[in-house]
């Protein structure tokens, strides 16, 4: 199960950081995606568990940066410098699959396990 939390109203500029709390999955990779209203879902961010790698979208490369602590089961999004464009709903998604190609995590289908989604509402 996974819980994703920190979301909610900040102004362009500003910066919030979310959460994932995964329980009963370790040793997982951890994806964020994001859906705006009218729009369909899209990759945001990824860390893997093997090599530990990270991958952005370009969108939000230089503003957001995905993180982990381990020993709590958690996986953070640090957003910073937030756009009226990066307002959505974030969700949290989860895979045991491996795989050395960092793009295939940039899939959807290549998750089996999401969270609840947070909003995130940036104003100006």
């Known amino acids: 199960q996974l819980q994703a939390c920190g979301g909610g109203l900040v102004q362009a500029g500003g910066s919030l950081r979310l959460s994932c709390a995964a329980s009963?999955?370790?040793?997982?990779?951890m994806g964020w995606f994001r859906q705006a209203a009218g729009k369909e879902r899209e990759f945001v961010s990824v860390?893997?568990?093997?090599?530990?790698?990270?991958e952005y979208a370009d969108s939000v490369k230089g503003r957001f940066t995905i993180s982990r602590d381990n020993a709590k089961n958690t996986v953070y999004l640090q957003m910073n410098s937030l756009k009226l464009e990066d307002t959505a709903v974030y969700y949290c998604?989860?895979?045991?699959?491996?795989?050395?190609?960092?793009?295939?995590?940039?899939?959807?289908?290549?998750?089996?396990?999401w969270g609840q989604g947070t909003q995130v509402t940036v104003s100006s």
């Open positions: 998604a989860a895979t045991y699959r491996y795989s050395s190609n960092t793009y295939y995590y940039t899939v959807e289908g290549s998750y089996d396990y």
């Open positions: 009963g999955h370790t040793s997982y990779t």
């Open positions: 860390n893997t568990w093997i090599g530990n790698r990270t």
